[in-house]
Every structure is written in C-alpha cells, then in structure tokens.
C-alpha cells in the first residue's frame, strides 16, 4: 500500500507527550465527536511515537518508509499555483498537523495561520516550523467560527479531509462560505471513493480495510467520490472544481484535490419571467 497509510493496528496505548509551552486555542473547547476523538489521539500519539520523524507523525509515508522532501516541495508549489498566492495574501492552513506545509507556504504570502486539533503537533509545528508571520492554534476545523477566519484570503486543507464526515465538513464550509474576506478554498489529497479498489488492491487488503471500518477504527478514514463532495460543497452554497492530483505525487493514483469558490453571479440562474 502507498501513501499517507501507516496506521498502527495495534491498540492506542501510548501517553502523551508533555506539552513544552501552553498552546493557543483557537476557541472555547467544543464537544467533539467519538470520530474526532479517534483521530485526535492517533496523530497526539504519533507525534510521540514518531518523535524523530515529522514526515511520520503525519503518515507522510510508503509502505512504512518517509516520504521523500519531494513530496513537500511539489505539494507547495501546486498550492501557491492554484490558490495564485500572493505577497498580500493571509493563508488558513486548516490541519496543518507538524506545520511540514505551513511554513513552505509562508514563505511567499504575508502570514500563515495552521491550526490542529492534536496539541502534540502544534507543539512540534512551534518548535520545528515556526516563522515570523506564521502562527500556530489548536482548535477543531470543523468547529471554527467566523472570526477565526477574519481577514484570511484563502484557505487550504491538505491530506485531511478523510479525517471529516459530512457535517464536519458541510459545518466548515458553511463558515468559509459566510467568511466575506475568504476568496478559494483548496482541498488537496482527497481519497477516491470511485478508486477504493486501486488501493486496497486484493482480496487481503480490502478485507483488512472493510475490518478496521467494522470496528469503528478507520484505516485511511472517508473516502470521498466527487459526486459526494460536491453534494457537500454545492449543498452549503459553493462551487467546486476537481483537479487531478500533480501526476509526480505518489498519492496520485488514488488521490485528487478540488478547488472551491464562492458561484460568480453568472453562475446564479436567473429566475425566468412567468409564461401567461
Ligand atoms: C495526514 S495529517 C496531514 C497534516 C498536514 N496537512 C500535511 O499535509 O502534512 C492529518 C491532520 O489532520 C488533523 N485533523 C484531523 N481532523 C481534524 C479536525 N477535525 N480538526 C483539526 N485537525 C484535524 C490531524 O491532527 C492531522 O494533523
């Protein structure tokens, strides 16, 4: 199997890993779901677990093995090429985890804010990947208010939107689209519902895929068709367009991203005057 795939199929045992400074959060802590809890203390435990790996904590991985800098460097020059990044520019990098993106991003706009639920990646993405205009918080994406979102142009979620079902997402996007200053979303690395079976690509694998879903302890997490995604998108007043993912990324075989918009007035159909 490739791609961001490593998950332990052992237990989640592990403790913590103390916090060096009080992270920023991003609001009062919402209730969250048993879906977010499970994902939350995988990647705070990775972050533990793979204390020597930033590309690990992040399951940036094939078949167990680091993904190559490569990888990065393709990922942030497609974002600052399709989101048409700028100097002026204030980036939302929402599941930012280690910050691995964050601050290659921040590098050409004015500021970048990541925010993570998992406190123990925000506190690598302080130590590892800080910047001047780059700042970190711990806070749900999908429970995000309008203020987080005061003043940011544009907005990306990069590997992540598996660890979302519907109402997280339907609930994010309802946010951004009500967030006057945000001008394109980009989603990146979406799995394929339509390209599940490229993936898990034999008898074995599938079966250990539907095991894990059984028991309520996803493997990758949703997989999305574009079908899907766009019921989502459209549903909460935006427009999507699906982009292949750059063919040099190893995920491409099974991943794709989606550029979102607010619809341009042209895309409005005017209601058509009664006929008598
Ligand atoms: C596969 S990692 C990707 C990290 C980073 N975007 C990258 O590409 O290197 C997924 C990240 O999503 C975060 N995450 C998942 N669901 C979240 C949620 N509801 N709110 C905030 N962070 C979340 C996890 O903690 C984890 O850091």
């Known amino acids: 199997m490739n791609g961001h795939d490593t998950h332990p199929s052992s237990p989640l045992i592990d403790s913590p890993a103390p916090m060096h400074s009080k992270p920023h959060h991003a609001s009062a802590v919402s209730p969250i779901s048993a879906m977010n809890q499970y994902w939350k203390s995988y990647y705070d435990i990775n972050a533990v677990k793979f204390a020597h790996s930033l590309m690990k904590q992040v399951d940036r991985t094939i078949n167990g093995v680091e993904e190559e800098q490569s ?3 393709l990922t942030v020059a497609g974002l600052r090429q399709v989101l048409n990044l700028n100097e002026t520019d204030r980036v939302a990098d929402l599941c930012c985890g280690n910050g691995l ?4 991003i921040a590098r050409s706009v004015a500021e970048t804010i990541g925010v993570d ?3 123990n990646l925000i506190d690598c993405a302080n130590r590892f990947n800080a910047a001047s205009n780059v700042r970190y918080v711990v806070g749900n994406v999908s429970t ?3 203020s987080f979102f005061s003043g940011v142009t544009k907005v990306f979620m990069e590997s992540s939107v598996q660890h979302l079902q519907s109402d997280d997402l339907s609930r994010l996007l309802r946010t951004l689209g009500n967030s006057p200053s945000v001008e394109a979303i980009f989603i990146g690395g979406v799995p394929d519902a339509d390209r599940l ?3 898990y690509d034999d008898d074995r694998k599938m079966a250990f895929y ?6 309520g302890r996803p493997h990758i997490g949703t997989w999305w068709s574009q079908s899907q995604l766009r019921g989502v998108i459209e549903d909460s007043g935006l427009r999507v367009r699906f982009l292949p993912q ?3 990324l190893t995920s491409a075989y ?12 042209h895309d409005i159909t005017r209601p058509q005057p009664n006929a008598h």
């Open 71 to 73: 990888e990065i460097d």
């Open 144 to 146: 995000l208010d309008r």
């Open 210 to 215: 539907r095991q894990r879903e059984a028991e």
């Open 246 to 248: 750059d063919a040099r």
């Open 254 to 265: 099974y991943r794709y991203d989606c550029l979102i918009e607010r619809p341009s007035r």
């Open 101 to 104: 993106l964050t601050s290659g």
């Open 117 to 119: 639920f998992s406190e």
């Open 197 to 199: 079976g490229v993936y």
